[in-house]
């Protein structure tokens, strides 16, 4: 069985920044893309940052120049640091990965809070 679990969520003031981690588990074969949603209260999900199985990345406009998205292969997990962080980053994170597997297809994690407080 395949799962996604997300860690690095938590409180920060304005200005700081966090590390969210996203590990796969299970009897995977290979891992596709990986990005970071999320979604406040009343909005709908966001792709905040993807990365291919090679590196190669993309932003959202809001994001750019504050946000890292990267990833080891070799653990099968996807990173998002979050720099500079504002109030507006406020949201539940969530990972999503497109994963080959004995019931392959895109995978979410459980979602870790962001608060950014101003």
């Known amino acids: 069985q395949v799962q996604l679990v997300e860690s690095g969520g938590g409180l920060v003031q304005s200005g700081g920044s966090l590390r969210l981690s996203c590990a796969a588990s299970?009897?995977?074969?290979?891992?596709?893309?990986m990005g970071w949603y999320r979604q406040a209260p009343g909005t709908q999900r966001e792709l905040v940052a993807s990365?291919?199985?090679?590196?190669?990345?993309h932003y959202t406009d809001s994001v750019k120049g504050r946000f890292t998205i990267s990833r080891d292969n070799a653990k099968n997990t996807v990173y998002l640091q979050l720099n500079s962080l504002k109030p507006e980053d406020t949201a539940v994170y969530y990972c999503?990965?497109?994963?080959?597997?004995?019931?392959?297809?895109?995978?979410w994690g459980q979602g870790t809070q962001v608060t950014v407080s101003s």
């Open positions: 299970g009897l995977i074969f290979r891992i596709n893309d």
């Open positions: 990365i291919t199985r090679g590196g190669t990345t």
């Open positions: 999503n990965a497109d994963i080959i597997a004995i019931s392959s297809g895109g995978y």
